[in-house]
C-alpha cells in the first residue's frame, strides 16, 4: 500500500455532524489525492494537494474541504454530512507530478452517513 | 468531452483461458494509459501503464495491454488466467485539462470472475 494508511477505517455517522477523515503517508511524497468511490461512478477526484498548504479542487469538492498541515498528512472534512457522501473514500499518492506518474491508493474508508 | 470507456461490467474465463477486459478512450493530445486492480475491500493496485513506445505493455501479475492507436484502446490481456485474478479492473487515462494540466479520467471498472 506504498505506505499509506488511513483512518478510521470504517465510520458511522449522523446527517449534519462534521466527519475528518485522515490520510498519512511515510515516504514524504510530494502529491496526495482524495476520491470517492461509488457504484456506477467509479472514482471521482474530490480534492488533491502538490505541497504543504498547497490544494485545489477536483470534480465533485462541494461539501468537502482538505487541509494539509505537514507532508505525511492529508485530511478530508465533510462539514456537514449529508447522506450524499454515504461512499468510500480513498487516499491516494504520486511520486511525481505529471500525467504519466501512476498513484498508489491507501486501503480506504468506507463513511455510512444515517 | 474526454472520457474512459469499459464497454463491459463483467467478464467471466474459465481457469487457465485467456482474458481480455477492454477499455476505449477519447482524450486530446497523446494519452498517458493505465491499469489498476481492485480485490476485494482494498485499495486500487497499479498494474501497467503506456506512456510511449512499444504498443505491447507489460506489468504485474502475468499481465500486458495493448495500446491501439487507431482504435483508441487499450486492452488488458492475461494469457492464462488464474482464480485469484478475480477482481476489479479499472482503466483510467491521463488527459489534458485547461491549463495543459493533466487529471486522471476513470473508467467504470469491469468485474472479472475467473472460474475454476
Known amino acids: 500500500d506504498a505506505g499509506i494508511t488511513q483512518s478510521p477505517r470504517h465510520k458511522v455517522t449522523e446527517t449534519g455532524t462534521p466527519v475528518t477523515l485522515r490520510c498519512h503517508q511515510t515516504?514524504?511524497?510530494?502529491?496526495m489525492y482524495w476520491y470517492r468511490q461509488d457504484p456506477g461512478h467509479g472514482l471521482r477526484l474530490i480534492h488533491y494537494s502538490y505541497g504543504v498548504k498547497d490544494t485545489d479542487k477536483g470534480e465533485v469538492s462541494d461539501g468537502y474541504s482538505v487541509s494539509r498541515s505537514k507532508t505525511e498528512d492529508f485530511l478530508l472534512t465533510l462539514e456537514s454530512a449529508t447522506s450524499s457522501q454515504t461512499s468510500v473514500y480513498f487516499c491516494?499518492?504520486?511520486?511525481?507530478?505529471?500525467?504519466?506518474?501512476?498513484?498508489?491508493f491507501g486501503p480506504g474508508t468506507r463513511l455510512t452517513v444515517t | 468531452a474526454q472520457s474512459v470507456a469499459q464497454p463491459e461490467d463483467q467478464v467471466n474465463v474459465a481457469e487457465g483461458n485467456p482474458l481480455t477486459v477492454k477499455c476505449t478512450y477519447s482524450v486530446s493530445g497523446n494519452p498517458y494509459l493505465f491499469w489498476y486492480v481492485q480485490y476485494p475491500n482494498r485499495g486500487l493496485q497499479f498494474l501497467l501503464k503506456y506512456i510511449t513506445g512499444d504498443n505491447l505493455v507489460k506489468g504485474s501479475y502475468g499481465f500486458e495491454a495493448e495500446f491501439n492507436k487507431s482504435q483508441t484502446s487499450f486492452h488488458l490481456k492475461k494469457p492464462s488466467a488464474l482464480v485469484s485474478d478475480s477482481a476489479l479492473y479499472f482503466c483510467a487515462v491521463s488527459g489534458v485539462n485547461a491549463g495543459n494540466n493533466r487529471k486522471l479520467i476513470w473508467g467504470l471498472g469491469t468485474s472479472l470472475a475467473v472460474n475454476p
Open positions: 515516504e514524504n511524497h510530494r502529491y
Open positions: 491516494a499518492i504520486s511520486t511525481r507530478q505529471g500525467g504519466e506518474y501512476e498513484q498508489y
